[in-house]
């Protein structure tokens, strides 16, 4: 089963994205970083209800916690926490409000972000402490991040569980949201103009 879900995401592997190359290379303008986190900001939010879908408070809690580490990385960017205003950001987060509502769907869309988050996080850190000269509070989120595989690990051994038909949902969700993942990085991106 995980090699079906790693499949999926290959085919929207987040680090291959044009935006996250461009903020690993440096060549992403702060302004764009400004739009990620205000419209991103709305996605990351949703993140708890998946986890209390799962029954999992502990792990809700923790998702909770890491919103508002999110706000904290918003504000010391210098811009705020607003609603989504690009389409595709909108419709990620409608998107995982509707997976995160029932289990077997749940788990194939929060494996779709927890299992590429370590990377992401660590390549977004990387590109912050190699070309961005950025106040304090930026980093954290990144920090906690890039080493947090425990999610993607429990959501496995919970997929495991699922009868076949399931296994099924979970694998159309999976593929839903990495690919809502993929346009809501793309409507970012061309919303901050990245050549």
């Known amino acids: 089963m ?19 190359q461009a903020w690993n290379m440096g060549t992403l303008p702060v302004t764009a970083l400004h739009i990620y986190a205000r419209e991103y900001g709305n996605f990351i939010a949703t993140l708890p209800r998946g986890w209390e879908t799962l029954n999992d408070a502990e792990t809700a809690q923790e998702e909770r916690e890491h919103a508002e580490m999110w706000k904290d990385f918003t504000a010391a960017l210098g ?15 409608a998107t995982s409000q509707a997976l995160f509502a029932a289990r077997a769907s749940a788990l194939g869309a929060l494996y779709a972000f927890e299992a590429q988050q370590p990377a992401t996080a660590q390549s977004k850190l990387d590109g912050l402490k190699t070309h961005y ?3 304090q509070g930026v980093e954290p989120y990144f920090e ?11 959501i496995l051994r919970l997929i495991e569980t699922l009868p076949p038909a399931e ?29």
């Open 2 to 20: 995980q090699q079906q879900l790693d499949n999926i995401l290959e085919k929207w592997n987040l680090l291959k994205h044009p935006f996250y």
């Open 167 to 195: 296994q099924a949902e979970t694998l159309a969700a999976c593929e839903q949201m990495a690919r809502s993942l993929w346009d809501a990085l793309t409507g970012i991106h061309d919303a901050a103009r990245v050549n």
């Open 133 to 135: 000269k950025l106040p």
């Open 144 to 154: 906690v991040h890039a080493k947090n595989w425990h999610e993607s690990e429990k």
């Open 79 to 93: 811009s705020f926490t607003a609603d989504a205003s690009l389409q595709q950001t909108s419709s990620l987060v």
